[in-house]
């Protein structure tokens, strides 16, 4: 079986990781090819590096754009790759404009399309990642959900007879990383100047689109974050400098200490050496849940649900909402309730092989 993985943005590299790993010991043929919608070295080398995935078969080189002109320019560039490779599956991970080009350039050359974590939904028809997935999902041949939430959503939109739950490939690289850091194979992480490790610290995350397009909205955020009394380390994603410095917001302010994106295994150790998480991110939300941290989440809504359960995870869309409770929710301690396993076991990416070996004929 030779199969083609479309990746493009940090975390679909994450999610390559143990889908790449699952592949190394098999016969098939794993083809991996990087739109380069993400450039910059810390949202996309160090991935490459830090969790072993071999180097692109073939790199796009794509770069930023306008919707439109960024899932064009994959489409437009990713035909001649599939037509060449003539792979049994094309393999597309997550929401991003890179998974929705490559599901379009497979199906229209009757290439089946395999997608990796269908199903999820925000139900928030504003943001380009809901579009991005339920029409990814509607082209796909098969659909590889990681919850059973996922499979109940695909059921309700008539997709239940292409979909097989396989897990989470988070889980997978989120607890072997852990594991790795708790034995002392990584380097302690890069944290913001200011923040000491020894002391009480959160770990938060901005780039959403709704939160940080709009300036009044941004200057709101970064406030809340500003008055928490626990001192805030701000993994700034490019998209977020870009904007703060376009709008003339002040990152560092207040409790706020600004750092670079860290690399996934500088995450996952900054993660579990803080006392929560405040983020928009979806990934950062399970990563918290997986490892036992608090987390709060700036959206009105959450695509996984089951981080909820327990006040595991809570959704604050607007901090200032909520008064002064906003610093009780967002410092508040680990809840005492115990987390299920609703991701799966951690071995969702040999199932995705297994699962794609099976219908490739
Ligand atoms: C994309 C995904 C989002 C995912 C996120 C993770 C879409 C629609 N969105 O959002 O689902 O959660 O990646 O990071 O696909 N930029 C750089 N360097 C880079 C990449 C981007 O400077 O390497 C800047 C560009 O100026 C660009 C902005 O960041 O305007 C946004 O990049 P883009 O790829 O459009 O979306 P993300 O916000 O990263």
Redesign the pocket.
């Known amino acids: 079986m030779k199969v083609v993985s479309v990746v493009g943005?940090?975390?679909q590299l994450v999610k390559l990781a143990p889908i790449a790993a699952a592949f190394a010991g098999t016969a098939h043929e794993h083809v991996i090819v990087h739109t380069g919608?993400?450039?910059?070295a810390n949202?996309?080398d160090v991935f490459f590096s830090g969790l072993g995935i071999p180097d692109p078969d073939v790199h796009l080189g794509i770069g930023?754009g306008s919707?439109g002109v960024?899932t064009g320019n994959i489409l437009a560039a990713l035909d001649p790759v599939f037509a060449e490779a003539a792979p049994d599956w094309v393999l597309v991970y997550g929401?991003?404009?890179?998974t929705l080009a490559g599901a379009v350039s497979a199906v229209k050359q009757h290439i089946k399309v395999a997608h990796l974590e269908a199903g999820l939904r925000s139900f928030n028809r504003r943001m380009?990642?809901e579009h991005?997935r339920i029409l990814t999902d509607h082209a796909a041949d098969l659909l590889l959900a990681p919850t059973e939430e996922a499979m109940r959503h695909l059921d309700t939109e008539g997709l239940a007879r292409r979909s097989v739950l396989v897990g989470d490939v988070m889980v997978d690289v989120c607890l072997n990383i852990r594991d790795a850091v708790q034995r002392g194979e990584h380097p302690a992480p890069t944290l913001p100047e200011g923040i000491d490790p020894r002391e009480p610290y959160l770990v938060a995350t901005l780039?959403r689109p709704d939160n940080t397009d709009d300036p009044r909205r941004l200057t709101a955020l970064v406030e809340a974050l500003a008055g928490l009394s626990v001192p805030v380390a701000l993994l700034a994603?490019?998209?977020l400098v870009?904007r703060a410095e376009e709008y003339g917001v002040k990152l560092a302010q207040g409790a706020v200490h600004v750092g670079q994106p860290l690399p996934y295994a500088g995450l996952v150790s900054a993660v579990m050496g803080s006392v929560g998480v405040v983020t928009d991110?979806g990934g950062l939300q399970k990563e918290a849940y997986l490892l036992g941290r608090p987390c709060t989440t700036l959206r009105p809504e959450t695509e996984w649900v089951e981080t909820l359960e327990g006040g595991w995870n809570v959704l604050v869309p607007t901090p200032t909402d909520l008064g002064p409770r906003w610093a009780d929710v967002a410092t508040r301690p680990a809840p005492e309730a115990p987390r299920g396993t609703p991701y799966g076991d951690g071995r969702a990416a040999h199932r995705v092989v297994e699962v794609l070996a099976e219908r490739a004929g």
Not at 37 to 40: L, S, V
Not at 95 to 98: C, E, F, K
């Open positions: 943005a940090r975390p919608q993400h450039y910059d949202l996309s930023s919707h960024q929401d991003t404009n890179s380009p990642e991005n780039h994603h490019p998209r870009a991110s």
